[in-house]
């Protein structure tokens, strides 16, 4: 037993997934309890911790298959009709509408003018500004949006130390207020020279598309009641270095902020590739394995135990796929176990060198002709980030995407803290264990596991509202994972545990 354990209140209900074939739930050196002899040990064992094993059978033990163990197949998270509302509110037209406005601008350009009203990086600046607030007047005061500000000092691809501004929109937790997860995109645009801050650079794909995805989803949302805070933010100096982003993400860091998980949308506007083949329903969301961050003590941890496949990032990745890849937004989520694309990057790179899990969206194909380009005709072929090489419904379905992760990770607990194996002494057991939550409608916690090979959990064991579990089959053969439940079934991201 896990002496540590804790159990209170009442067990998890069952995952809603049919019940395993026998082939994969299998007797061994112990016969294992069924999941629902399991669930009534919890509640009866006050103080103790759980184990999913009972006495030794009687009769001759079988051969056991590869590897065997308890649990049921791992299911997506349907959507429920709350989230189903808000999603049906995200509307094409003010999508488009969102994308036009910000080319109107003429260039958006970090080192463009910042006090002309109708042109530069400026007036883009206070629009966004004044959309923000707008939508914030419909929350019944649960939203506040403001601009965050500093001066940069001369650096790569900034001459002369520029003012450089967020766009901040705050739509505060009403349970767990202090648990946070951003998404963002940036204002800035560019031409073919970086340096140029004055051409007509309208950066309707990369990156107009990324902030409207953010507006639209700050509009629906305002209204709503998340139990996490969501912040909904514009950054700017994107293209001279990820600037604001960074900024930002270290002013969360020195705040000691639990910010859960981050996403940037940049250059999300088209289904189409440079070839002319379309991919309307796919998303590309790029995630890290072994973290930005990581200690040279959790790289020695990591290589020792395995886990180049299991960083917070991919929990977060693999979590969005479990609540956005479905018939309700109508896109498919294809996650790239990278950190972003080849040689290249975006603004989750600032929130991951301070330790936080961020993912990036991006179109499936990306046509190279219509950004970093001048706008021009070129041997009949027209080049620029022009708003007429936009899918505004593909848009719209990621936005769908980006608002049924964050209001589903609002709504549910947040990622277990601490996890742990326990290696106190060998054993052919896995003892998890974990703290316990603060939310005020946590229910219980699941343990996930899979094959060292397979990229994504494959089974759930629901163990109750305890600290500690003991699960009969070996952590050399397999992955764990420990995620919380709600009372409604709202499910967190998984955590991995490391040895402890």
Not at 50 to 63: I, M, Q, R, S
Not at 68 to 97: C, F, K, M, Y
Not at 482 to 490: I, L, T, W, Y
Request: with cysteine; charged share 25%; hydrophobic share 35%.
């Amino acid at each position: 037993m896990v002496t540590n354990a804790s159990p209170a209140g009442s067990p998890t209900p069952a995952d809603p997934t049919p019940a395993t074939s026998s082939a994969s739930v299998t007797s061994s050196r112990r016969t294992f309890l069924s999941l629902s002899t399991a669930a009534a040990a919890v509640t009866a064992s006050a103080g103790a911790g759980v184990a999913l094993t009972g006495a030794p059978a009687a009769a001759a033990p079988k051969e056991r298959t590869w590897p065997d163990g308890p649990g049921r197949p791992v299911t997506g998270q349907r959507p429920d009709a709350e989230l189903r509302a808000l999603l049906r509110e995200i509307d094409p037209g003010r999508v488009e509408a969102n994308i036009r406005k910000l080319v109107s601008f003429g260039t958006r350009h970090t080192l463009s003018v910042q006090d002309d009203p109708a042109r530069g990086i400026g007036a883009a600046r206070d629009w966004i500004l004044a959309e923000m607030k707008r939508y914030a007047a419909a929350s019944g005061g649960r939203m506040t949006a403001e601009l965050q500000s500093y001066v940069q000092e001369p650096g790569p691809r900034i001459p002369v130390a520029t003012r450089i501004t967020n766009v901040v929109a705050t739509l505060r937790g009403s349970g767990s207020p202090d648990r946070i997860y951003v998404v963002s995109g940036h204002y800035d645009s560019r031409v073919t020279d970086v340096m140029d801050a004055t051409s007509d650079a309208p950066g309707a794909d990369d990156d107009a598309s990324g902030v409207a995805v953010v507006m639209e989803v700050a509009r629906v949302m305002a209204k709503r009641r998340p139990e996490a805070t969501i912040v909904f933010t514009a950054v700017a100096g994107e293209e001279q270095g990820l600037y604001g982003a960074r900024y930002q993400a270290k002013q969360y860091k020195a705040a000691n902020a639990d910010v859960q998980g981050m996403f940037t949308n940049d250059i999300v506007g088209s289904s189409t590739a440079d070839d002319g083949t379309r991919d309307p329903r796919s998303l590309r969301l790029f995630a890290e394995g072994v973290p930005t961050a990581e200690s040279p003590g959790e790289g020695d941890v990591r290589r020792a135990v395995g886990g180049e496949n299991d960083s917070p990032s991919r929990q977060l990745a693999r979590f969005v796929s479990s609540v956005a890849d479905n018939d309700a937004t109508g896109m498919r989520v294809r996650i790239i176990y990278r950190r972003d694309r080849y040689l290249r990057g975006g603004d989750h790179i600032g929130y991951l060198e301070q330790d936080y899990p961020a993912a990036r969206f991006t179109e499936p194909h990306e046509d190279f002709a219509h950004q970093h380009q001048d706008v021009r005709v070129e041997d009949g072929k027209q080049y620029g980030d022009l708003p007429e090489f936009c899918d505004f419904g593909y848009i719209a379905r990621v936005a769908r995407v980006n608002a049924a992760a964050l209001w589903s990770l609002a709504q549910a607990p947040g990622t277990p803290k601490n996890a742990r194996v326990r290696t106190s002494e060998l054993t052919n057991d896995t003892e998890l264990v974990w703290d316990r939550g603060t939310e005020p409608d946590l229910e219980g916690y699941e343990v996930v596991w899979r094959e060292t090979t397979s990229p994504d959990w494959t089974h759930v064991i629901p163990v109750g509202n305890v600290t500690g579990v003991r699960i009969d089959l070996s952590k050399d053969n397999a992955f764990f994972g420990v995620r919380a439940v709600d009372r409604d079934g709202h499910r967190s991201p998984v955590a991995f545990p490391v040895p402890g």
